[in-house]
């Protein structure tokens, strides 16, 4: 069974600074994704970013990067100049993917608010 | 191009009546997801499809859920004999999955189901 941590129910961070959303996360899977997204007051789940656990190279997408450290089973989501559009709900995800599908075990997310 | 849909967007209903949901996939994805949210938790997996075919289905999912995707396009989620504790955001996805995996899930705006 998967387990995913976040501890930080909130986080607040100034326009255009730099916010560390944390995850941790416990798999006995030697082969697994790791997934962030992002769930704005709409409730409409968003994508961000995607890690595999065998990519030497933390993932990036635009202003997104998935700070990964497998042996600290840690998979942080770092937004760069952060904008009033970024305040949401984040959801941290893992899943094996050795089965037939990626079937996310997502953690109980942080809710970021960016203030100007 | 549209995105994944949802009908009703809310439902309000009475202990012990059925419910069921509907999900409009994008078209052409060939895998329709369906998980349960409820208020300050990730979004739980239910179960899935591939085309009309449903391959896993979570403990989750008591005798009075069922999931059909005829034909492999829309999908329906139903609950017979609603209990309050079913009262939680119902979330569709689908994905395009072509030979190796596809990690990304395209979400709908949800169905929040209220039992009272």
């Known amino acids: 069974a998967q387990k995913i941590t976040q501890t930080q129910p909130g986080m607040f961070v100034q326009e255009k600074e730099a916010v560390t959303l944390d995850c941790t996360y416990d798999t006995s899977d030697q082969s697994y994704g790791l997934f962030w997204y992002k769930q704005p007051s709409s409730g409409e789940m968003i994508f961000l970013i995607y890690q595999g656990s065998y990519d030497e190279q933390n993932a990036t997408e635009g202003r997104y990067s998935l700070n990964f450290q497998k042996a600290r089973k840690s998979a942080n989501l770092v937004i760069s100049a952060s904008q009033l559009g970024d305040s949401a709900m984040y959801f941290c995800a893992m899943s094996p993917s050795s089965g037939g599908s990626y079937i996310p075990t997502f953690g109980r997310g942080t809710s970021l608010i960016v203030h100007p | 191009d549209t995105g994944v849909s949802q009908n009703p967007r809310h439902k309000i209903t009475k202990r012990g009546q059925n419910v069921t949901f509907r999900c409009d996939p994008i078209?052409?994805?060939?895998?329709l997801y369906w998980y349960r949210q409820t208020l300050g938790q990730g979004p739980e997996f239910l179960t899935y499809?591939?085309?009309?075919?449903?391959?896993?289905k979570s403990r989750l999912l008591s005798d009075r859920f069922s999931a059909e995707r005829p034909k492999g396009s829309f999908s329906t989620l139903e609950i017979q004999r609603t209990e309050q504790g079913d009262s939680a955001m119902y979330l569709c996805a689908s994905s395009l999955t072509i030979g190796a995996l596809s990690y990304e899930q395209y979400f709908g705006p949800g169905t929040r189901l209220t039992v009272t």
């Open positions: 078209s052409e994805h060939n895998r």
């Open positions: 499809f591939q085309n009309e075919a449903q391959l896993e």
